[in-house]
């Protein structure tokens, strides 16, 4: 197959039609087309007074020596996964997010039934609670946003961005689209499922593994680690009638970053653990109408909810950037533990809430949290997440403040246009006092700095929540070149074990996602 690509689109157009706008530009005979697709879809609003689409096509030519102008294809194969034969043995994945979800996949793929071990609730049933925890304030600590079938990112907003070339990344997005997502994320320049749709999409996938014999343990938390020989042979796990032990030689460890409690027993078995880099900061919320205007300026256009993308470097070394930019979403409740609060950013499918959301993060060092512990940076976290549920009033509401107040370094006293979407409720107050002052300084300047990149980004009611620690794990567990710990037979991945710099399709979560949120989507495997 050949590609074309630079196809300019200054018009709302039926996409079929697309064929026949390249096949005139690009002088193309009809009748030697035998198939195409769209193999890229983008939005170049770099000029406000020439916002247009940008598609890449590929055509598959009776002809082809007619058109060598064109560059021909050359499809990026996906490597062999190397699965030695675990005859008599079994594999045991700890947490069904997006690397547990897509280790299971490959391990069923190549003729392994796993066993998957989560804390949390089936996806269907994690909905209701996170629901109850958004109305109520009454948090489930063992099933939330954190915690459960699909990890953080599935309420989040299913961004499938990725900063690697891995040829695994064209297999993840395959999968999700066998599974139930629309086809467009093959081509989207900046995919998305939102978590509306990726509930259903996480529960097909669930229901794939175990019809070709993988197992789910649902609501059953591993507690416990027994080695032997510097050898993994089990995990004891309690559910909600009984403690039980699971013998395995092999176990993938997808505990996610939140899973805080797990790290510290594996510390105490000997697991080798480094502290790692992360971010902390707030989510801001603006108008969605403000965002389309200040990317898009006065096209006519039907163009989706508009996205930014931001970051700042200041001389003193900090940065900051901005994370899991949920267009059309809201700013939801994502903690954990009781006596915390933790914020995170969510979209639906369609996007079409009143306001844009984003994470504001500036860049947190070991250096910044002098305990020797490989677990510090677990602790610097936590000690903003308490302090920001005493300044929300003890009750899970969440502290808020108008940026301008923000600047002026006053607590806020009335919300402007910009109506805060956290739920179970917010807190009018001055975030400096809970903030580090690193964190506050570079957060001031960096707004500024914004402010000049995306006009209306300093927004005098501009909301900002407080706090989001959660970007991405306070620590990594080191493994070889066989993705293999220092105790055997423990195969660290994922977001939680600090692999979602290298490995992420994301984010958000599915993040990310960070989720995102989801994380480590794209992996191999050696057992």
């Known amino acids: 197959m050949i590609r ?36 890229k879809k983008s939005i170049d609003a ?97 099933s939330n946003v954190q915690f459960g079938e699909g990890g953080a990112g599935t309420f989040s907003d299913g961004k499938l961005t990725t900063g690697i070339h891995s040829p695994f990344c064209k297999k993840v997005l395959e999968e999700f689209v066998n599974f139930g997502a629309p086809e467009e994320i093959l081509y989207l320049s900046k995919p998305h499922i939102g978590t509306d749709k990726l509930i259903q999409i996480i529960k097909n996938m669930r229901e794939y593994i175990i019809s070709k014999g993988g197992k789910f343990l649902f609501n059953t938390k591993v507690i416990d680690f027994n080695i032997e020989n510097n050898k993994i042979s089990s995990v004891i796990c309690i559910d909600k009638n009984s ?84 267009p059309g979403g809201v700013v939801i409740a994502s903690s954990s533990e009781e006596n915390t609060i933790v914020t995170n950013g969510m979209s639906n499918f369609l996007r079409d809430g009143k306001n844009a959301n984003s994470a504001v993060l500036v860049n947190v060092t070991p250096d910044d949290f002098p305990n020797p512990s490989p677990l510090a940076g677990i602790y610097f976290q936590k000690d903003l997440e308490e302090k920001a549920f005493e300044l929300g009033g003890k009750n899970y509401f969440a502290p808020v403040q108008r940026v301008e107040d923000f600047l002026n370094d006053r607590k806020s006293e009335f919300i402007g246009k910009v109506k805060p979407t956290y739920l179970p409720g917010v807190t009018l107050s001055n975030l400096q006092e809970i903030l ?32 989001e620690t959660r ?40 993040n990310q996602m960070r989720y995102c949120s989801f994380r480590e989507l794209s992996f191999s495997l050696t057992l």
């Open 471 to 510: 970007s991405s794990s306070p620590v990594k567990i080191p493994r070889d070149e066989n993705l293999v710990s220092n105790i055997l037979g423990i195969y660290p991945c994922g977001e939680g074990a600090g692999y979602a710099g290298r490995y992420y399709v994301s984010s958000s979560r599915w």
């Open 243 to 326: 403690t039980c032990e699971i013998h395995a030689s092999h176990i993938i460890l997808a505990i996610g970053h939140s899973s805080r409690d797990t790290f510290q027993k594996l510390y105490e078995k000997g697991i080798n653990m480094e502290k790692k880099n992360f971010s902390v900061g707030v989510r801001i919320e603006h108008l969605q109408e403000d965002i389309n205007k200040a990317q898009y300026g006065k096209s006519k256009l039907k163009l989706p909810p508009a996205t930014y993308k931001l970051s700042c470097h200041l001389p003193n070394g900090r940065s900051c950037y901005t994370f899991c930019m949920c």
């Open 46 to 142: 770099r000029k406000k007074d020439n916002v247009h689409y940008n598609y890449s096509i590929d055509l598959k030519l009776k002809n082809e020596n007619k058109y060598k102008k064109f560059d021909t294809i050359k499809e990026q194969s996906i490597p062999n996964i190397k699965v030695n034969n675990l005859i008599n043995k079994k594999a045991i994945i700890v947490g069904s997010g997006p690397s547990g979800l897509f280790a299971a996949l490959t391990l069923i793929q190549n003729g392994i039934k796993p066993i998957i071990i989560e804390q949390g609730s089936p996806v269907e049933e994690r909905e209701k609670q996170v629901e109850v925890f958004r109305k109520t304030g009454k948090l489930d600590t063992l």
């Open 4 to 39: 074309i690509s630079n196809i300019k689109i200054y018009d709302d157009i039926d996409e079929n039609n697309l064929i026949n706008i390249a096949a005139r530009k690009f002088k193309i005979d009809r009748n030697d087309i035998l198939e195409w697709h769209i193999s």
């Open 436 to 467: 580090p002052d690193f964190v506050t300084s570079t957060l001031k300047q960096s707004i500024t700095y914004f402010d000049s990149k995306l006009k209306g980004f300093a927004n005098p009611d501009a909301i900002l929540t407080g706090v």
